[in-house]
């Protein structure tokens, strides 16, 4: 009997494991064995770490995205573009938007990564821009090219959010840009984070804060916004503070999916797993990787796909009958712009502390170098 | 006695390395309804102060803070007021 695994989802975490899964069970596959489907509700995948340059008009959302027809080893993954609609986890069965039928699976893993809620903030959708999907993107390059002078806020408002690094990296990267064009005395620039220091992670948050101070970047701290007057200009905060701004550029709450909150899988949208193992605690044979997964580090792309190789081999030992022994630690590698031509870099597991390297122009050139090689990863060759 | 504390809702961050478990613990408060009690677990030692500061801070009551020595985690019992 041939064994079905299905991968919702295309992104990062969906495409690494297709492509380790059908390499490493090719002979299973071409036995008839094993199928391997890839469900996403777009032909397309989309890498998201663009969208920070494209805010600074550097990259366009055509550098972001490639057909999944062309990532994914279509010999030995069947690629459906649907909607999954539905998950029935006793039946082991999947519901689709366009197909009746639906799609039965014996092993399922969830990676439909996160969505965007700006709604759940009165007035964030009216009064705020950001960089978190292509449309804000783009509207956030037009806002920034015509900014001339004012208070910039970037405003952490949604936890947890993608890429945690990623409004540290604005900032520094928004200073450097107004610097270039000789605008930065007319533009005050502040950063707000919800908690008691500039980020999650203490040794980033201190490398942070030195930075702010040396480039007169305002820190707020204890900072949640909860309410928006689009009108007045002004973020309220569930602290009760209110701050004005000119242009205010929010990382907007993020949820989970539906999907996992109907099927029992976990609160918010966010399945519930093994932090190690990555099944799910709710329901057998059904796994979780990327943004949608609840584990105890960054929604991050390096963590979609360094769990999907975990996965993959865990996956690949139960269809043989084995007991699966690679387990996932963590491991979460960022490179983080500190301007618009150098950077850092970080790497950390479960529970550590990371060491935040000296920044430089080549670090800055890797990073560029590794979104241009990125599509070779989303290939599950690097 | 703390032992007794019935959290609604549990926010399980033990092992948490980013975000962290007080923005996990801010996540939720942002969700829930005035008068829920909210257990975080922890394994962060720095939460029995970053919590209590911050829930002060935006107004909501501290109710305990429970240490599970042989697990190696606390228990830190809040509930919303807003």
């Known amino acids: ?382 | 006695m703390s032992e007794t504390i019935q959290p609604d809702v549990t926010v399980d961050s033990r092992g948490a390395t980013c975000p962290g478990p007080l923005m996990d613990l801010i996540g939720k408060v942002k969700k829930v309804d005035a008068g829920t009690v909210i257990e975080l677990q922890t394994t962060d030692s720095s939460s029995s102060h970053d919590v209590p500061e911050w829930v002060n801070k935006a107004g909501h009551e501290m109710l305990d803070i429970v240490e599970h020595e042989d697990e190696g985690f606390w228990s830190v019992f809040i509930e919303t007021t807003k």
Request: with cysteine; aromatic share 8%; hydrophobic share 40%.
């Open chain 1, 1 to 382: 009997m041939t064994e079905r695994i299905v991968i919702v989802g295309g992104g990062t975490g969906g495409s690494v494991l297709t492509n380790r899964l059908t390499d490493e069970l090719s002979a299973e596959i071409e036995a008839g064995d094993v199928e391997v489907t890839l469900v996403n509700d777009t032909p397309e995948q989309t890498y998201k770490p663009m969208f920070l340059y494209m805010a600074f008009g550097k990259k366009t959302l055509h550098d972001a995205r490639r057909p999944l027809s062309d990532l994914v080893d279509l010999r030995h993954a069947n690629l459906l573009i649907d909607r999954v609609t539905g998950v029935d986890t006793e039946r082991k069965h999947l519901t689709l938007a366009k197909d009746d039928a639906g799609l039965d699976y014996d092993h399922l893993v969830l990676a439909m990564g996160a969505d965007l809620a700006p709604d759940e903030v009165p007035g964030l959708k009216e009064g705020g821009h950001h960089f978190y999907a292509p449309d804000g993107a783009e509207r956030l390059r037009d806002e920034l090219a015509n900014f001339t002078e004012g208070h910039l806020v970037l405003s952490v408002i949604g936890v947890p959010h993608m890429c945690p690094a990623a409004p540290v990296e604005f900032v520094l990267m928004a200073d450097a840009w107004f610097r270039e064009r000789g605008l930065r005395d007319q533009v005050e620039i502040t950063y707000t984070y919800p908690i008691q220091r500039a980020h999650g992670i203490k040794t980033i948050a201190d490398w942070a804060t030195e930075l702010f101070e040396e480039r007169d970047i305002n820190l707020e701290t204890f900072f949640n916004a909860e309410e928006v007057d689009p009108d007045a200009k002004v973020l309220k905060t569930m602290e009760g503070t209110e701050l004005d701004y000119d242009l205010l550029v929010a990382i907007p709450p993020h949820t989970g999916s539906e999907l996992v909150s109907e099927a029992g899988l976990g609160e918010d949208g966010w399945v519930e797993v093994d932090k190690n193992t990555l099944e799910a605690k709710n329901a057998d044979d059904v796994y979780a990787i990327g943004d949608v997964a609840s584990l105890p580090t960054s929604k991050a792309g390096s963590v979609a796909h360094y769990a999907a190789g975990t996965l993959a081999d865990r996956l690949a030992s139960r269809v043989r009958g084995l007991v699966p022994t690679d387990t996932y630690d963590g491991k979460t590698i960022c490179f983080i712009e500190s301007g618009m031509d150098e950077a850092t870099f970080v790497e950390f597991s479960y529970g550590d502390e990371p060491v935040v390297r000296e920044p430089s122009q080549l670090l800055h050139w890797s990073k560029l170098a590794y979104n241009e090689s990125y599509w070779l990863t989303a290939r599950g060759l690097i």
